[in-house]
């Protein structure tokens, strides 16, 4: 979960964002003494997540606001389900709804896909792993999503871990030569990723010692070669290419772990509406 200090930033930014000098619209028409009752509904079937964030964002314009949350991240929400009940003065709730649920549909659209690949490849040993493909800004939230729909989260930011690049590799002047340098100078307790595009290039990666290796876009017959050649002596990474129906041909090919960028950057949103009580 996000820390407080995390979620205060983000809203901190997302209501100078949304607000500007003031919502008009809810000064101009609503009594500033008008108070009332609210409830957030899920518009589709999916995996919460979020909620207690969205929470915070109702009640960030004006602490009297009080929130009644009726579901919690990783449940299952079906069409109808009321997630959260809110009441107070409405001129803060409805200034903030919008923040609420665009932070509330956004997570929850990552967990349920999430969730439905995971589930794709529950018959393998595989753990289904995120990227640094994300929204920036709102990547801590993103990857919580994704913890939340049952995935395992890869580096959060650069100094989460050594992952040696094809790019790195070029500017190093190799694959061993690039492993030597990082193992001279990272700490010991730092495993150390490679990232290879073709079986010798695993045969190198092995041979400099690295701890994990990314298998970038190879054919499920490279992968089925690269798991016999790499077993025992480092964990392999399927990346590229990947989608939610090569998932379980990917799984069987026997590699630990299979990352895929898809899971935030190109995820739809669960509907949810935000309704006054009437």
Not at 7 to 22: M, N, P
Not at 91 to 120: C, D, H, M, Y
Request: proline share 3%.
């Amino acid at each position: 979960m996000p820390t407080i200090y995390q979620v205060d930033d983000l809203l901190k930014r997302a209501f100078r964002e949304d607000i500007g000098s003031g919502d008009l619209t809810t000064i101009y028409c609503v009594p500033a003494d008008k108070a009332g009752s609210g409830r957030l509904v899920a518009r589709e079937e999916g995996v919460l997540a979020g909620i207690a964030i969205a929470a915070k964002a109702l009640v960030y314009l004006d602490r009297s606001v009080q929130c009644k949350l009726l579901f919690k991240d990783g449940q299952k929400v079906s069409r109808g389900d009321i997630v959260l009940t809110v009441e107070g003065p409405l001129q803060p709730i409805l200034s903030s709804e919008r923040i609420a649920l665009n932070l509330l549909q956004r997570l929850s659209g990552i967990a349920t896909q999430t969730a439905l690949w995971v589930k794709e490849i529950k018959d393998y040993p595989a753990k289904l792993a995120d990227t640094r493909k994300t929204t920036p800004g709102l990547r801590v939230f993103e990857k919580y999503a994704v913890q939340v729909g049952g995935g395992r989260n890869h580096r959060l930011a650069l100094d989460g871990g050594i992952m040696i690049k094809d790019n790195h590799i070029v500017a190093a002047g190799g694959i061993g030569e690039a492993v030597l340098q990082v193992r001279s100078r990272a700490p010991f307790t730092l495993k150390v990723e490679v990232e290879v595009t073709n079986l010798a290039e695993l045969e190198e990666a092995l041979a400099a010692g690295a701890d994990i290796v990314m298998l970038d876009n190879m054919s499920l017959e490279e992968m089925r070669r690269a798991v016999v050649i790499g077993a025992g002596r480092a964990q392999l990474e399927a990346s590229g290419n990947v989608t939610q129906s090569r998932l379980r041909e990917i799984a069987a090919t026997g590699v630990d772990y299979i990352s895929c960028g898809a899971l935030t950057h190109t995820v739809k949103a669960l509907d949810f509406s935000f309704l006054l009580d009437k």
